[in-house]
């Protein structure tokens, strides 16, 4: 069965900089798409950005574009999510996410599996 397990989450200043990261076990996750998304409170569950596992190939949402990078370690099995120049509007739940469609994209509802998420706090 598909486990991820995210770590990284914590308080950081605004300005500052992070490193979440996913491990994946459980799977062969060849072909799938990996997916960092995030929810605050009172709002919806939003993209963050999304890596294929066997291609590398990227996308991220238009908040982060420019200040993140998603990454995989195929010997560590694990995803990372590093955030640069955050803002307290970063400040949400994130959750790594996994799923054998590759066109799920943004799209959460699309994702199979999902981590039990990191708390990440920006203070002004």
């Known amino acids: 069965q598909v486990q991820l397990v995210e770590s990284g989450g914590g308080l950081v200043q605004a300005g500052g900089s992070l490193r979440l990261s996913c491990v994946a076990s459980?799977?062969?996750?060849?072909?799938?798409?990996m997916g960092w998304f995030r929810q605050a409170p009172g709002k919806e569950r939003e993209f963050v950005a999304q890596?294929?596992?066997?291609?590398?190939?990227?996308s991220y949402a238009d908040s982060v574009k420019g200040r993140s990078a998603i990454s995989r370690d195929y010997a560590k099995s694990t995803v990372y999510l590093q955030m640069n120049s955050v803002k307290p509007a970063d400040t949400a739940v994130y959750y790594c996410?996994?799923?054998?469609?590759?066109?799920?994209?943004?799209?959460?509802?699309?994702?199979?599996?999902w981590g039990q998420g990191t708390q990440v706090t920006v203070s002004s």
């Open positions: 890596i294929w596992w066997t291609s590398g190939r990227t």
């Open positions: 996410a996994a799923t054998a469609n590759l066109l799920a994209a943004a799209n959460w509802q699309l994702y199979d599996y």
């Open positions: 459980g799977g062969t996750f060849s072909g799938y798409t």
